[in-house]
């Protein structure tokens, strides 16, 4: 069975653009989260989708979004860049999602530099 | 809202050393507690749980004990190996505003020298 696969793998950008990073996640998995990982904050949540729903949303401005697709595909976007955006992304997929207490299954992340 | 602390690192350590990585953390009712670890370059992986005070989650030689009176995790094994050189995350499964979400902790990197 085919992990969890996020592409891009980097992504340079500079500042003011706008960014869409992807994520598959393991075939019968319903639940994708997102999470930005930087070295001095450890993972904040962004986001969790089910069945093309956002369950849960943590504290990011509007410029982070996100969607689900009906295969469980999801995107997240990031407009008007900030130097402060440059962070690993990772995604994590589940079958139930996470308020099961399933483990989650990461993906490798998306490297974003803000410029 | 739901917290959790760990130790800072890195945390060095000598082939077969005993670790003892800190995790405490802050959450409303009982939450479920984890380990992940990440190795470098990949994503995170459950290294183990547990859902209840007094449960003690293990594998692959790592062990943690949920301790309610301390609000503690602490993640130990007896003898670690060059191939445990990664880095921690405590994790909790807890409340967040009518639906539960997984916080983890800022991370604890461990490095282990031949």
């Known amino acids: 069975k085919a992990g969890v696969t996020q592409t891009p793998r980097y992504l340079i950008k500079t500042r003011g653009q706008q960014v869409t990073l992807s994520c598959s996640p393991i075939?019968?998995?319903?639940?994708v989260s997102w999470y930005q990982q930087t070295p001095g904050q450890g993972l904040q949540f962004l986001f969790e989708?089910?069945?093309?729903?956002?369950?849960n949303k943590g504290n990011f401005p509007g410029r982070f979004s996100g969607r689900q697709f009906s295969n469980s595909r999801s995107e997240m976007n990031v407009s008007t860049l900030e130097l402060g955006d440059s962070a690993l992304y990772l995604c994590?997929?589940?079958?139930?999602?996470?308020?099961?207490?399933?483990?989650?299954?990461f993906g490798s992340g998306t490297q974003l530099s803000v410029l | 809202g739901d917290s959790v602390t760990q130790m800072e690192g890195p945390v060095t350590l000598s082939e077969e050393a005993f670790l003892t990585i800190n995790c405490t953390y802050t959450?409303?009712?009982?939450?479920?507690l984890f380990w992940y670890v990440q190795y470098p370059g990949e994503g995170l992986q459950l290294l183990l749980k547990?859902?209840?005070?007094?449960d003690k989650g293990s594998n692959k030689g790592f062990e943690a004990t949920y301790r309610k009176e301390t609000t503690s995790f602490h993640l130990e094994k007896g003898s670690v190996q060059v191939s445990d050189s990664a880095v921690y995350f405590c994790?909790?499964?807890?409340?967040?505003?009518?639906?539960?979400?997984?916080?983890f902790g800022t991370g604890t990197k461990l490095q282990v020298i031949p």
């Open positions: 994590a997929s589940s079958t139930r999602g996470q308020a099961s207490g399933e483990k989650l299954f």
């Open positions: 075939s019968g998995h319903r639940s």
């Open positions: 989708y089910f069945s093309e729903t956002q369950r």
């Open positions: 959450a409303t009712g009982y939450p479920s």
């Open positions: 547990a859902t209840k005070a007094d």
């Open positions: 994790a909790l499964l807890g409340d967040s505003g009518g639906y539960q979400k997984v916080t």
